[in-house]
């Protein structure tokens, strides 16, 4: 597991759920379901489908086009965006646009990223490219997941195993930005001044709309996976951090009663925020120091900017930054996590845990 740590950081039951397993077959190296013979893959080809879209057949947006949120008045309040802060800048992304783009190219304070989105297994993940390449969409599947290339090389990469699966560059993980999904309504009120990306796209699409019907609220899948399990319904949104060998997922429920919970995943400890009204799960590394509930506590009125704090007096916002307090401008560590579809989860990982107080 490769993730890049842009921000610096100054009694529990675990459901290990075991899931059905459906067998698959390994195709002969160099066999492909989209155009000719490749190199090999470093996945089951034979789990590697086609989409119906062909290579841009969804296409990229590579020149995104940024209005200030507070100048945005079309967007359903219960929409949600994806928020990434490059250095003292804020940027969302709203899942709207996404789901008929599903790759944002962009660059903010001097870093070259792209925004990763899969509509179909519901995660988000932000893609560190260093200036050495853009992202399009293969219109390959894997799991049902999304598997962009790279247009240096070609080479394809699965967004939820964050690799090249296939090419020149395959084996190869690639740096990954921290990044907050949220609803649409708390972001604007909270990050008036963030850089909102708007439907001026270049394409002439129905951002209005869903692209995928009821897809969301029932459990039938598009494509087939490798593993199913119905402990939780299928397509409810969970966090999920993936640490050594271990990927624990947490839900909404776990923050009814606060807004917070310290864990250990892999042995480390973890500082894990949540809001369901916000739509909001976030997770963080914690120092031994502070890994314990009694050090932290909500704020009276909390919001996004000013969601937690600890008992030294410091106040974080939902990106783990101190807003207030002794160490102003120091930043928690993110852990290496995104929200996603349940059935993803179990579809890329043999054992899950779940989350349980």
């Known amino acids: 597991m490769c993730y890049k740590r842009?921000?610096?950081?100054?009694?529990?039951?675990?459901?290990?759920?075991?899931?059905?397993?459906?067998?698959i077959e390994v195709a002969p190296a160099g066999t492909t379901t989209n155009g000719p013979a490749t190199p090999e893959w470093l996945i089951p080809v034979t789990s590697v489908v086609d989409g119906g879209t062909g290579r841009d057949g969804i296409p990229s947006i590579d020149d995104p086009k940024f209005r200030r949120a507070r100048d945005i008045s079309s967007m359903p309040d219960?929409?949600?965006?994806?928020?990434?802060?490059?250095?003292?800048?804020?940027?969302?992304?709203?899942?709207?646009?996404?789901?008929?783009?599903?790759?944002?190219?962009?660059?903010?304070?001097?870093?070259?990223?792209?925004?990763?989105?899969?509509?179909?297994?519901?995660t988000t993940l932000v893609w560190d490219s260093e200036e050495e390449t853009t992202f399009g969409v293969s219109?390959?599947?894997?799991?049902?997941?999304?598997?962009?290339?790279?247009?240096?090389?070609?080479?394809?990469?699965?967004?939820?195993?964050?690799?090249?699966?296939?090419?020149?560059?395959?084996g190869r993980e690639i740096l990954r930005m921290p990044a907050v999904e949220l609803r649409w309504i708390d972001f604007k009120r909270d990050f008036p001044d963030a850089r909102v990306l708007t439907t001026d796209t270049g394409f002439?699409?129905?951002?209005?709309?869903?692209?995928y019907g009821t897809y969301r609220v029932t459990d039938d899948l598009l494509f087939p996976?490798?593993?199913?399990?119905?402990?939780?319904?299928?397509?409810?949104?969970?966090?999920?951090?993936?640490?050594?060998?271990?990927?624990?997922?947490?839900?909404?429920s776990d923050f009814d009663e606060q807004p917070y919970l310290i864990?250990?995943?892999g042995g480390v400890d973890v500082l894990v925020l949540g809001s369901r009204s916000s739509g909001v799960i976030n997770s963080f590394f914690v120092s031994e120091a502070l890994a314990s509930e009694d050090l932290w506590m909500a704020p009276?009125?909390?919001?996004?900017?000013r969601f937690i704090q600890d008992v030294r007096g410091n106040t974080y916002d939902i990106f783990g930054e101190v807003v207030a307090g002794p160490d102003l401008g120091g930043v928690l560590d993110a852990t290496p996590s995104y929200m996603g579809f349940y059935f993803a989860w179990v579809a890329f990982n043999r054992r899950l845990e779940i989350y349980r107080r």
């Not at 894997?142 to 990469?157: A, E, G, K, V």
């Not at 002439?204 to 692209?211: A, G, I, K, L």
């Open 225 to 252: 996976v490798s593993r199913t399990d119905d402990r939780i319904f299928a397509k409810d949104r969970v966090h999920g951090i993936q640490l050594a060998d271990v990927t624990r997922v947490y839900q909404f």
């Open 139 to 170: 219109g390959l599947l894997y799991n049902s997941n999304l598997i962009p290339y790279d247009r240096s090389t070609i080479s394809h990469w699965s967004q939820m195993l964050n690799q090249s699966v296939q090419g020149v560059r395959a």
């Open 204 to 211: 002439d699409r129905n951002y209005n709309s869903y692209p």
């Open 6 to 23: 842009v921000w610096m950081m100054v009694g529990i039951v675990v459901l290990s759920v075991s899931c059905r397993e459906e067998p």
């Open 78 to 122: 219960f929409e949600f965006v994806v928020a990434v802060k490059v250095g003292d800048e804020v940027r969302a992304y709203p899942h709207n646009i996404l789901n008929w783009h599903e790759i944002v190219n962009d660059k903010a304070a001097g870093a070259y990223f792209a925004v990763t989105y899969c509509p179909l297994t519901g």
């Open 300 to 305: 009276e009125q909390p919001s996004l900017r």
């Open 263 to 265: 864990d250990q995943v």
